[in-house]
């Protein structure tokens, strides 16, 4: 049985329980696999799921890049996943080491990470996509409220609120913490919104696109069942074809509740968090993009099962501070 060693960043975060999971569930049979997790915090929930848990550098400071080198170096890493945006574009330099790194093309990832070029480069592609404007170019008399004012890079929903007038915009400007260069606005769109898992690898084929309707977010996603839309089915893999990711990514959108067209207002140029759900609806991306990154066949055109319903929750752990982790 050969060795595989995955690392996963984040390790913190809401899906890296049902990651794992899953990669062992997928994986163990034929490899004798071993999983790090990668958190800035050293009391990630992951730590206590993964085989081995190591504290780095936040993804935007100068020590990352190098310290994930390290250890993917010593740790004989052969595949990475990182789910924190920040991260992304430090990761695909692993790929020189010969490193596995399961998430989109860098140009794809600079791209999505920046919002308004973001809907920029969807408006000229004749992509479905929410007008977007800075926050320095605003003129309030042609605002159409109510409008979302929102981050141009972040993610988790910080910093967004939705403003109902032009009193209400100049007053969350000016208390803002972010800087106007760094603020957009965008039309609100009434109707209900998805998360979309679009699987793709660097052969640039669009293998399964996965819609998931959500019922409950805060910040992330709570509660969402899987629904199939012929219009963001078609949406999603023309944003491939046009913008080539080339690896996986998760398309944000809502549905206009009059027309029932697709609005893109963000993509996330990795794993969703929903990921968890892609993969209980019976397309499990996650063990499958990395068989594939590794030259071994999976499918992953397999039909989803629509009406899977996921209620995400919180998991009490108990543990004896005597004893190691």
Same mark, same amino acid.
């Given at each position: 049985m050969n060795n595989l060693t995955i690392a996963l960043t984040g390790a913190g975060g809401p899906a890296i329980p049902g990651m794992v999971d899953t990669l062992r569930k997928g994986l163990s049979k034929e490899y004798n696999l071993k999983i790090l997790g990668l958190d800035m915090d050293p009391n990630a929930i992951g730590f206590f799921l993964v085989d081995k848990g190591i504290t @780095?550098?936040?993804? *935007?400071?100068? $020590?990352?890049?190098? =310290?994930? =080198? *390290? @250890?993917?170096?010593? $740790? =004989? !890493?052969? !595949?990475?996943i990182s789910v924190v945006d920040e991260e992304l574009e430090s990761c695909l330099e692993l790929e020189n080491q010969g490193i596995k790194v399961i998430q989109p093309e860098k140009e794809f990832v600079k791209l999505c990470l920046d919002k308004q070029k973001l809907m920029q480069r969807m408006k000229d592609e004749s992509l479905p996509y929410i007008p977007t404007i800075s926050a320095t170019d605003v003129d309030f008399s042609n605002i159409k409220y109510p409008a979302i004012l929102k981050p141009r890079t972040g993610r988790g929903s910080r910093g967004i609120s939705i403003v109902q007038n032009s009193e209400q915009l100049k007053n969350s400007l000016q208390k803002s913490n972010y800087s106007m260069d760094n603020l957009i606005i965008q039309d609100f769109i009434e109707g209900p919104e998805f998360t979309v898992s679009v699987i793709v690898w660097r052969d640039g084929k669009v293998q399964n696109v996965v819609p998931k309707k959500i019922i409950s977010k805060i910040g992330i996603t709570r509660q969402a069942v899987t629904e199939y839309n012929e219009k963001i089915h078609s949406a999603c893999v023309n944003i491939q074809n046009k913008l080539k990711a080339n690896g996986p990514f998760n398309v944000q959108l809502k549905l206009d509740k009059n027309s029932g067209e697709p609005f893109i207002f963000e993509i996330n140029p990795r794993f969703s968090t929903s990921i968890t759900l892609t993969c209980a609806a019976g397309v499990d991306e996650l063990t499958g993009l990395v068989l594939q990154s590794l030259g071994k066949e999976f499918k992953l055109d397999n039909l989803f099962k629509e009406g899977v319903l996921m209620y995400r929750r919180m998991q009490d752990i108990f543990l004896n501070t005597n004893e190691p982790i």
């Open positions: @780095i550098p936040p993804g *935007n400071s100068d $020590e990352f890049t190098q =310290k994930i =080198k *390290n @250890i993917c170096s010593e $740790e =004989k !890493v052969d !595949v990475f």
